[in-house]
C-alpha cells in the first residue's frame, strides 16, 4: 500500500454497491455488496463474490441519508481492483479495494 493511499481519510460507511466489470473474454459481470469504507481516493466493498484483482469496475454506491429529512445520495464511480482480501470462515465475505480513476471531490 502506497504512503499516498494511508494519508487518505477513511469513513467507516456501510452502504448497498452494485459492480460491473468485463473480463478478458468480454463477457459483463455484475455484482453487489455493502461498502466498509469509502475515502476521496476509494472504496472498501465486502462481497460473497468479487471480481479479480486488476479488474476495472463501474461502481454505483448508494449513500445513505445523512438526515432524516435529506434523501441518500447515489454515486456513481470507476475504478480498479488493487486488493483482495478472501474471507477464510464460513459465512466471511470476500473483500477488495477498489483505487478510483479520479479522485472522490466535489
Known amino acids: 500500500m502506497s504512503e499516498e493511499t494511508r ?7 456501510k452502504a448497498r454497491v452494485v ?9 459483463q459481470h455484475v455484482g453487489e455488496g455493502r461498502t466498509l469504507n469509502i475515502s476521496e481516493r476509494g472504496v472498501l466493498v465486502s462481497s ?16 445513505p441519508p445523512v438526515s ?4 441518500g445520495v447515489t454515486v456513481l464511480m470507476d475504478g480498479r481492483v488493487v486488493r483482495i ?5 464460513l459465512n466471511y465475505a470476500d473483500r477488495f479495494a477498489v483505487e478510483s480513476h479520479t479522485r472522490l471531490e466535489e
Open 19 to 27: 459492480y460491473k466489470w468485463v473480463d478478458q473474454a468480454g463477457t
Open 85 to 89: 482480501e478472501k474471507g477464510e470462515r
Open 48 to 63: 460473497h463474490e468479487g471480481p479479480p484483482e486488476g479488474a476495472n469496475l463501474e461502481l454505483t454506491l448508494f449513500l
Open 7 to 13: 494519508k487518505a481519510v477513511r469513513f467507516p460507511v
Open 68 to 71: 432524516t429529512n435529506l434523501p
